[in-house]
Protein backbone atom coordinates (compact mmCIF):
# COMPACT_ATOMS: atom_id res chain seq x y z
CA UNK A 1 0.00 0.00 0.00
CA UNK A 2 1.45 3.19 -0.65
CA UNK A 3 1.97 5.55 2.25
CA UNK A 4 1.40 9.51 2.58
CA UNK A 5 3.76 11.21 5.12
CA UNK A 6 3.00 15.30 5.87
CA UNK A 7 4.52 17.66 6.99
CA UNK A 8 4.72 19.38 9.47
CA UNK A 9 1.47 17.97 11.18
CA UNK A 10 1.39 20.89 12.84
CA UNK A 11 1.60 24.90 11.73
CA UNK A 12 1.41 28.03 13.06
CA UNK A 13 1.08 30.92 11.30
CA UNK A 14 -0.05 34.61 10.90
CA UNK A 15 -2.77 36.18 8.77
CA UNK A 16 -1.31 36.89 5.40
CA UNK A 17 1.72 34.64 5.67
CA UNK A 18 2.88 32.27 3.06
CA UNK A 19 2.60 28.93 3.96
CA UNK A 20 3.92 25.56 2.55
CA UNK A 21 2.72 21.91 3.23
CA UNK A 22 4.88 18.97 2.22
CA UNK A 23 3.16 15.22 1.00
CA UNK A 24 6.02 12.70 0.32
CA UNK A 25 4.31 9.30 -0.86
CA UNK A 26 6.65 5.74 -0.26
CA UNK A 27 6.37 5.12 -4.09
CA UNK A 28 6.09 7.06 -7.53
CA UNK A 29 2.23 8.25 -8.18
CA UNK A 30 3.33 10.28 -10.87
CA UNK A 31 0.27 13.09 -10.33
CA UNK A 32 -2.41 11.23 -8.48
CA UNK A 33 -2.70 13.30 -5.99
CA UNK A 34 -5.69 15.86 -3.94
CA UNK A 35 -6.04 18.12 -0.85
CA UNK A 36 -8.71 18.77 1.33
CA UNK A 37 -9.27 21.15 3.94
CA UNK A 38 -11.74 20.62 6.71
CA UNK A 39 -12.53 22.82 9.51
CA UNK A 40 -14.28 21.13 12.57
CA UNK A 41 -17.23 19.59 12.84
CA UNK A 42 -17.85 19.74 8.59
CA UNK A 43 -16.93 17.31 6.07
CA UNK A 44 -13.67 18.00 3.90
CA UNK A 45 -13.46 20.05 0.83
CA UNK A 46 -11.51 19.60 -2.21
CA UNK A 47 -9.40 22.02 -2.88
CA UNK A 48 -6.49 20.48 -5.68
CA UNK A 49 -7.10 17.69 -7.72
CA UNK A 50 -4.23 16.26 -10.42
CA UNK A 51 -1.29 17.63 -7.83
CA UNK A 52 -1.95 21.03 -8.97
CA UNK A 53 -5.46 22.05 -10.83
CA UNK A 54 -7.12 23.62 -8.46
CA UNK A 55 -11.13 22.97 -7.87
CA UNK A 56 -13.75 25.37 -9.31
CA UNK A 57 -14.40 27.76 -6.63
CA UNK A 58 -11.14 27.63 -4.66
CA UNK A 59 -9.81 30.49 -4.37
CA UNK A 60 -6.24 31.15 -6.36
CA UNK A 61 -4.16 32.06 -3.01
CA UNK A 62 -4.03 28.27 -3.03
CA UNK A 63 -1.22 26.68 -5.53
CA UNK A 64 -0.35 22.72 -5.56
CA UNK A 65 2.70 21.68 -7.43
CA UNK A 66 4.70 18.35 -7.44
CA UNK A 67 4.79 14.71 -9.44
CA UNK A 68 6.45 11.23 -8.56
CA UNK A 69 6.62 11.14 -4.78
CA UNK A 70 6.82 14.60 -2.95
CA UNK A 71 4.25 17.27 -3.47
CA UNK A 72 3.55 20.49 -1.90
CA UNK A 73 0.20 22.76 -1.02
CA UNK A 74 1.19 26.58 -0.94
CA UNK A 75 -1.24 29.05 0.17
CA UNK A 76 0.38 32.31 -0.38
CA UNK A 77 -1.26 34.95 1.95
CA UNK A 78 -3.16 33.32 4.68
CA UNK A 79 -7.05 34.73 5.28
CA UNK A 80 -8.58 33.80 8.68
CA UNK A 81 -10.83 31.39 7.02
CA UNK A 82 -7.94 29.39 6.40
CA UNK A 83 -7.28 28.29 9.56
CA UNK A 84 -8.24 24.42 9.31
CA UNK A 85 -6.90 21.13 8.72
CA UNK A 86 -5.26 20.01 5.44
CA UNK A 87 -5.08 16.76 3.87
CA UNK A 88 -3.14 15.06 0.75
CA UNK A 89 -4.84 11.90 -0.60
CA UNK A 90 -3.60 9.55 -3.86
CA UNK A 91 -5.31 7.93 -6.18
CA UNK A 92 -3.30 6.05 -7.58
CA UNK A 93 -4.35 2.60 -6.78
CA UNK A 94 -6.32 0.82 -4.17
CA UNK A 95 -6.26 1.24 -1.38
CA UNK A 96 -6.76 5.16 -1.75
CA UNK A 97 -4.76 6.93 1.40
CA UNK A 98 -4.59 9.98 2.70
CA UNK A 99 -1.90 11.88 4.62
CA UNK A 100 -1.93 12.14 8.37
CA UNK A 101 -2.98 15.99 7.97
CA UNK A 102 -1.46 19.09 8.62
CA UNK A 103 -3.18 21.59 11.52
CA UNK A 104 -2.65 24.97 10.57
CA UNK A 105 -3.72 27.30 13.67
CA UNK A 106 -3.31 31.16 14.15
CA UNK A 107 -0.20 32.45 15.61
CA UNK B 1 -27.26 21.10 -6.35
CA UNK B 2 -25.47 17.75 -5.64
CA UNK B 3 -26.65 16.34 -1.98
CA UNK B 4 -25.16 13.34 -0.22
CA UNK B 5 -27.43 12.25 2.94
CA UNK B 6 -26.25 9.29 4.64
CA UNK B 7 -28.29 7.40 7.44
CA UNK B 8 -28.23 4.55 9.39
CA UNK B 9 -25.83 5.21 11.89
CA UNK B 10 -25.85 5.01 15.86
CA UNK B 11 -24.68 2.74 18.40
CA UNK B 12 -24.02 -0.66 18.19
CA UNK B 13 -22.69 -3.87 20.22
CA UNK B 14 -18.67 -5.17 19.22
CA UNK B 15 -19.40 -8.14 16.94
CA UNK B 16 -22.88 -6.74 15.36
CA UNK B 17 -23.75 -5.78 11.93
CA UNK B 18 -24.78 -1.87 10.71
CA UNK B 19 -25.90 -1.05 7.25
CA UNK B 20 -25.23 2.70 6.43
CA UNK B 21 -27.11 3.87 3.16
CA UNK B 22 -26.19 7.54 1.58
CA UNK B 23 -28.93 8.96 -0.40
CA UNK B 24 -28.02 11.17 -3.58
CA UNK B 25 -29.72 13.69 -5.69
CA UNK B 26 -28.68 16.53 -7.86
CA UNK B 27 -26.26 14.58 -10.64
CA UNK B 28 -26.37 11.29 -12.66
CA UNK B 29 -25.40 8.67 -10.00
CA UNK B 30 -24.81 6.15 -12.58
CA UNK B 31 -21.79 8.03 -13.69
CA UNK B 32 -19.91 7.98 -11.28
CA UNK B 33 -17.86 6.33 -8.92
CA UNK B 34 -18.37 6.86 -5.09
CA UNK B 35 -16.88 5.90 -1.70
CA UNK B 36 -17.22 5.69 1.75
CA UNK B 37 -14.34 7.56 4.08
CA UNK B 38 -14.25 6.97 8.18
CA UNK B 39 -12.80 9.98 10.31
CA UNK B 40 -12.49 8.77 14.31
CA UNK B 41 -13.39 11.42 16.39
CA UNK B 42 -10.16 14.00 16.84
CA UNK B 43 -8.51 11.95 14.11
CA UNK B 44 -7.54 12.03 10.36
CA UNK B 45 -9.31 10.53 7.59
CA UNK B 46 -9.01 6.96 6.83
CA UNK B 47 -10.94 5.50 2.91
CA UNK B 48 -13.04 2.73 3.80
CA UNK B 49 -14.18 1.48 0.30
CA UNK B 50 -14.73 2.77 -2.93
CA UNK B 51 -17.06 1.57 -6.25
CA UNK B 52 -17.00 1.87 -10.07
CA UNK B 53 -20.12 3.57 -11.59
CA UNK B 54 -21.06 0.39 -12.67
CA UNK B 55 -19.79 -2.04 -9.34
CA UNK B 56 -16.92 -3.81 -11.88
CA UNK B 57 -13.96 -2.01 -9.49
CA UNK B 58 -14.66 -2.38 -6.14
CA UNK B 59 -11.60 -1.58 -3.17
CA UNK B 60 -11.27 -1.59 0.36
CA UNK B 61 -9.22 -0.52 2.94
CA UNK B 62 -7.18 -3.38 4.82
CA UNK B 63 -8.64 -2.50 8.06
CA UNK B 64 -11.73 -3.46 7.16
CA UNK B 65 -11.49 -6.02 4.23
CA UNK B 66 -13.64 -9.14 4.78
CA UNK B 67 -16.51 -7.66 6.98
CA UNK B 68 -17.01 -4.38 5.35
CA UNK B 69 -19.07 -4.75 2.00
CA UNK B 70 -20.08 -1.79 -0.39
CA UNK B 71 -22.79 -1.83 -2.91
CA UNK B 72 -24.74 0.69 -5.11
CA UNK B 73 -28.53 0.75 -6.45
CA UNK B 74 -28.47 2.45 -9.54
CA UNK B 75 -31.85 2.65 -10.06
CA UNK B 76 -32.07 4.13 -6.44
CA UNK B 77 -29.49 6.66 -6.45
CA UNK B 78 -27.73 5.20 -3.81
CA UNK B 79 -25.03 3.65 -2.10
CA UNK B 80 -24.38 1.12 0.77
CA UNK B 81 -21.64 -0.15 3.63
CA UNK B 82 -22.92 -2.98 4.99
CA UNK B 83 -20.52 -3.36 8.38
CA UNK B 84 -20.38 -6.65 10.19
CA UNK B 85 -18.12 -8.09 12.99
CA UNK B 86 -17.95 -4.86 13.95
CA UNK B 87 -15.03 -3.46 16.47
CA UNK B 88 -14.92 -0.75 19.05
CA UNK B 89 -11.76 0.49 16.79
CA UNK B 90 -14.69 1.56 14.12
CA UNK B 91 -15.89 4.00 15.54
CA UNK B 92 -16.11 7.17 13.65
CA UNK B 93 -18.04 9.15 11.39
CA UNK B 94 -18.53 8.08 8.15
CA UNK B 95 -18.70 10.28 5.43
CA UNK B 96 -19.93 9.13 1.94
CA UNK B 97 -18.25 11.24 -1.02
CA UNK B 98 -18.80 11.65 -4.94
CA UNK B 99 -16.32 10.94 -7.12
CA UNK B 100 -15.02 13.07 -9.96
CA UNK B 101 -15.22 10.26 -12.42
CA UNK B 102 -16.59 6.49 -13.45
CA UNK B 103 -13.91 5.36 -11.96
CA UNK B 104 -11.74 6.25 -8.93
CA UNK B 105 -10.66 9.79 -8.90
CA UNK B 106 -11.04 12.75 -6.82
CA UNK B 107 -13.37 13.30 -4.31
CA UNK B 108 -15.71 16.42 -5.19
CA UNK B 109 -18.70 16.24 -2.93
CA UNK B 110 -19.21 14.75 0.65
CA UNK B 111 -22.46 14.03 2.41
CA UNK B 112 -22.56 15.66 6.11
CA UNK B 113 -21.21 11.99 7.93
CA UNK B 114 -23.26 9.50 9.85
CA UNK B 115 -21.92 8.53 13.37
CA UNK B 116 -21.11 4.77 14.03
CA UNK B 117 -20.39 4.31 17.63
CA UNK B 118 -19.14 0.56 18.57
CA UNK B 119 -19.42 0.15 22.55
CA UNK B 120 -21.11 -2.75 24.66
Known amino acids: DIQLTQSPSFLSASVGDRVTITCRAS??????LAWYQQKPGKAPNLLIF???TLQSGVPSRFSGSGSGTEFTLTISSLRPEDFATYYC?????????FGQGTRLEIK | EVQLVESGGGLVQPGRSLRLSCTTS????????MHWVRQAPGKGLEWVSG????????GYADSVKGRFTISRDNARNSLFLHMSTLRPEDTAFYYC?????????????WGQGALVTVSS
Open chain 2, 97 to 109: AKDAHGDYSHFEY
Open chain 2, 26 to 33: GFTFDDYA
Open chain 2, 51 to 58: ISWNSDNI
Open chain 1, 27 to 32: QDISTY
Open chain 1, 50 to 52: AAS
Open chain 1, 89 to 97: QHLNSYPIT
